[in-house]
């Protein structure tokens, strides 16, 4: 960790639900958020494959090349998680003034990533939290696994500024890091002066974020080694209730 970088806030597992309740922002190790999610480290780690395999975002208006991903929905009731016909990811500019308005057809999630035990686990326990914070009931998931790298020489992980994302809950995981420097985590209080910043280099560590409350961003990021090829992957998974954006 270099002298200007923020060391995470990380939180017991214990003290989520209470977080989001009262700030609107969470954090874990990765070792935490997989006891979190009741399954082994290892389980996670064992996805990361998965992100050597995404495909190039065609749709950013930059004309940037640094971005990779998939997006797959699904939709959590209690216990039941089901995936959904695939759809386009859309948003309204009020929450992304880039990229909204936009049907967006990213490729699906795989198969066998969609399949793993860990998976169905993780939006299980997603959706326990979003229902902490808003009451039982169904959640409309959106996945997004993304790549940013460094082959435009700078990666934007959020070419859209500081946002919202016009859903109840946000969960960021920070799943590898590599030959990079930047990408810093910037959570704002949407409607006061408070803030936080940090920097994710734990493998599988987890941000959460209560969507109204709060808005977020991460800085960009450059090659380290200058010359090198850098990239960093993260899993962003959205929790709306009463539908899926757009419908």
């Known amino acids: 960790m270099s002298a200007a970088e923020f060391s995470p806030p990380y939180l017991s597992p214990n003290a989520i639900d209470t977080a989001l309740r009262e700030r609107g922002v969470g954090l874990l190790s990765g070792e935490d958020s997989a006891a ?39 939709v959590v009731d209690g216990e039941r998680v089901a995936l959904e016909p695939h759809r ?18 990213f490729e699906p999630m795989e198969a066998a990533m969609v ?24 959640w409309y998931v959106e996945a997004h696994p993304f790549r940013i790298d460094t082959t435009d020489g700078i990666g934007r992980p959020t070419p859209e500024g500081a946002h919202r994302d016009g859903v109840d809950l946000v969960a960021v995981f920070l799943v590898q890091r590599h030959a990079i420097k930047g990408g810093e985590s910037r959570v704002f209080e949407a409607n006061g002066p408070s803030g936080q910043r940090f920097t994710l280099r734990d493998p599988w560590s987890l941000l959460l974020l209560d969507d109204r409350r709060v808005i977020h961003e991460s800085t960009p990021i450059q090659p380290d080694p200058a010359d090198g090829h850098g990239w960093r992957d993260t899993l962003v998974v959205t929790l709306r209730a009463g539908g899926f954006q757009g419908e």
């Open 115 to 138: 399949n793993a035990p860990a998976w169905s686990l993780l939006l299980r326990r997603l959706a326990a939290a979003a229902s902490a914070l808003r009451g039982e009931r169904p």
């Open 88 to 105: 386009a990811h859309w948003q309204p500019v009020e929450y992304n003034a880039l990229h909204g308005g936009m049907q967006r057809w």
């Open 36 to 74: 979190w999610i009741g399954v082994p480290l290892a389980d996670l780690r064992a996805l990361e494959p998965h992100w050597d395999r995404l495909a190039p975002d065609a749709y950013l208006k930059d004309g940037g090349r640094y971005r990779q991903r998939r997006h797959s929905c699904f």
